[in-house]
């Protein structure tokens, strides 16, 4: 990738879509706006947070949230967006995929191990703290599968729904393994059960391997546990836009 080519990456997942202005693996600008906006909501805050020469760059969409990315391209367009394309739908992140299913593959799994190849000697594990917690495996540059789980945010949101009295704890630091009291409780548990988790299927993912991997972490919730497992490498917060500029700067070379 040049250091020259700026675009806008749009990372639409099931609780955000969040918007980067790149110029190479740089993120000059991020926000982050909620994926049921409504197209004129998103209208609105997309005028509020970019200049009007962004709306000439060329902008590139990835989507595991196949309503909102319809909000996103709509508000876009309405904002003067002409060079706009949707990965999966218009070309295909360009990496070699050797899952069983290649069109049930996430375009931010996809585009988590392209950005990885910058980042590895080919062989890697990105773990994406999201909704749902993926693990994504690149062997030799390819994408080989991976692992999803449940997220943070959504066991919290769960544990609260489906039950009569316990509240909605919002995830803050490393809480003591004692909770005193029910919030307390409930945050030892998803730190340190989503620690072993995270740990344990880094432990088994690395034993597909022939050689070691590096481990790459991104993601929302990143920040929270990342720090406090050992096996993960470096937190790369921009990593999936990143991934997605990379595949419009690879897109002249596919065939």
């Given at each position: 990738?040049?250091?020259?080519?700026?675009?806008?990456?749009?990372?639409?997942?099931?609780?955000?879509?969040?918007?980067?202005?790149?110029?190479?693996?740089?993120?000059?600008?991020?926000?982050d706006?909620p994926?049921?906006?409504?197209?004129?909501?998103?209208?609105?805050?997309?005028?509020?947070?970019?200049?009007?020469?962004?709306?000439?760059?060329?902008?590139?969409?990835?989507?595991?949230?196949?309503r909102?990315?319809?909000?996103?391209?709509?508000?876009?367009?309405?904002?003067?967006?002409?060079?706009l394309?949707?990965?999966?739908?218009?070309?295909?992140?360009?990496?070699?995929?050797?899952?069983?299913?290649?069109?049930?593959?996430g375009?931010?799994?996809?585009v988590?191990?392209?950005?990885?190849?910058?980042?590895?000697?080919?062989?890697?594990?990105?773990?994406?703290f999201?909704?749902?917690?993926?693990?994504?495996?690149?062997?030799?540059?390819?994408?080989?599968?991976?692992?999803?789980t449940?997220g943070?945010?959504?066991?919290?949101?769960?544990?609260?729904q489906?039950?009569?009295?316990?509240?909605l704890?919002?995830?803050?630091?490393?809480?003591?393994?004692?909770?005193?009291d029910?919030?307390?409780?409930?945050?030892?548990?998803?730190?340190?059960?989503?620690?072993?988790?995270?740990?344990?299927?880094?432990?088994?993912?690395?034993?597909?391997?022939?050689?070691?991997?590096?481990?790459?972490?991104?993601?929302?919730?990143?920040?929270?546990i990342?720090?406090?497992?050992?096996?993960?490498?470096?937190?790369?917060?921009?990593?999936?836009?990143e991934?997605?500029?990379?595949?419009?700067?690879?897109?002249?070379?596919?065939?």
């Amino acid at each position: 990738m040049t250091s020259n080519v700026k675009l806008l990456a749009v990372d639409i997942g099931n609780s955000n879509a969040t918007f980067a202005l790149m110029r190479d693996r740089e993120a000059l600008q991020t926000f982050d706006l909620p994926s049921n906006s409504s197209a004129e909501e998103l209208q609105s805050e997309l005028r509020s947070r970019l200049e009007p020469d962004d709306w000439k760059l060329p902008c590139i969409i990835a989507s595991v949230n196949p309503r909102a990315c319809a909000g996103v391209e709509a508000a876009l367009r309405r904002c003067g967006i002409q060079d706009l394309a949707v990965l999966g739908r218009d070309y295909k992140v360009p990496i070699d995929n050797r899952t069983a299913v290649p069109d049930q593959v996430g375009q931010d799994r996809l585009v988590n191990a392209l950005a990885a190849t910058r980042h590895s000697q080919g062989h890697a594990i990105v773990v994406d703290f999201g909704t749902a917690i993926t693990f994504d495996v690149l062997k030799d540059g390819a994408y080989c599968g991976g692992v999803i789980t449940p997220g943070i945010g959504l066991a919290m949101e769960a544990l609260h729904q489906r039950t009569a009295l316990l509240p909605l704890v919002k995830p803050h630091g490393k809480p003591p393994i004692l909770g005193r009291d029910t919030v307390s409780a409930i945050n030892a548990g998803v730190f340190y059960g989503y620690i072993g988790l995270v740990h344990n299927i880094i432990v088994e993912l690395r034993t597909v391997f022939e050689s070691k991997p590096r481990v790459l972490a991104t993601g929302g919730y990143g920040n929270y546990i990342a720090p406090y497992i050992p096996e993960i490498e470096e937190s790369l917060p921009h990593l999936t836009h990143e991934g997605i500029a990379l595949s419009h700067c690879l897109r002249p070379t596919l065939p």
